[in-house]
């Protein structure tokens, strides 16, 4: 009898260990990937490729990292990108997958100057409801096709900061929201490993963490998303540590090199960026 005990014991204790064994590599990320818009590519800072918020967190776990954020891009390239299989063996070898999509469906819209009028005045106008609809058809389309190619990875999905401030920041915020809402709903439909992200919840409101473009997170802004996510990859066990690693310090652009004087030149960029920088209420 003993020793029919003391079998049934080390069997026991060998099925744990298996257990633990799977669960433990079940926890195991090698492979980064993050798809989107210009959010995700970093497109706030100078060395974008090596100190974006994304690059922080590869380099924090020794983790290979892939970058497919764009900027401008909206929900309908990312589906095409995707669809296309042109991201394919990316999407299948990734561990987890963070994705910024949304506010440019949006801002890119021809009929932009509507739809800030209407969410100026918190209206849900037909062609705003219009745009909403459309975006979560391709949510979901995203998502359900990055589950066939890859059922198992962690998929971070980002709420969409508002960096503006004032009446436009008004207007941008309603819109933001709105993203951030579709972000929550989808992310109740697929619930296996997809985690929501409060960007937004880190960045709105905190004008240090804009870059001088007035739309996108600078540098500290990159640090703080990065902090938000390694946080959350320590409570959930894929990190050994909630710290994060600055490898490579991000470069902030100076008043003299931003975005609307590398567009248009020295005088008409500088008087675009200080017309800018006070509509959007980004004077600091």
């Not at 969410?119 to 389309?141: C, K, M, Q, Y």
């Not at 490993?193 to 990159?222: C, Q, S, W």
């Not at 946080?231 to 902030?252: C, F, H, N, Q, R």
Request: with cysteine; aromatic share 10%; charged share 20%.
């Amino acid at each position: 009898m003993k020793k029919a005990v003391s079998i049934l014991l080390a069997l026991v204790l060998c099925f744990s260990l298996v257990i633990s064994g799977f669960s433990a590599q079940s926890k195991t990320i090698k492979e980064y990937l993050l798809l989107g818009d210009s959010i995700s590519e970093g497109y706030g800072i100078k060395n974008r490729d090596q100190a974006c918020y994304g690059k922080i967190i590869a380099d924090t776990n020794g983790w290979g990292y892939t970058n497919h954020g764009r900027s401008a891009k909206t929900s309908d390239q990312l589906l095409e990108d995707i669809e296309s299989g042109e991201i394919t063996e990316d999407i299948k070898k990734a561990d987890l997958i963070s994705i910024s999509i949304g506010g440019n469906d949006y801002l890119n819209d021809s009929g932009v100057v509507g739809v800030a009028l209407g969410a100026l005045l918190d209206i849900d106008t037909p062609h705003i409801n219009e745009l909403t609809e459309h975006l979560r058809g391709n949510f979901r389309s995203i998502m359900k096709d990055i589950r066939a190619i890859n059922p198992d990875a962690v998929i971070f999905l980002q709420h969409v900061p508002c960096t503006w401030f004032g009446v436009l920041g008004i207007a941008y915020g309603r819109i933001t929201a709105k993203v951030s809402k579709l972000v929550d709903e989808i992310a109740a439909e697929f619930p296996e490993n997809v985690y929501v992200l409060d960007v937004a919840g880190v960045i709105d409101g905190n004008k240090e963490y804009v870059a001088n473009d007035t739309i996108h997170p600078n540098v500290a802004g990159n640090v703080a998303i990065a902090k938000l996510f390694q946080a959350k990859l320590y409570e959930l066990g894929y990190t050994s540590t909630p710290e994060i690693k600055i490898v490579t310090p991000g470069i902030d652009y100076g008043e003299n090199d931003n975005y609307f004087i590398r567009l248009y030149g020295e005088f008409p960029g500088r008087l675009f960026y200080y017309l800018v920088i006070f509509f959007t209420g980004n004077i600091k």
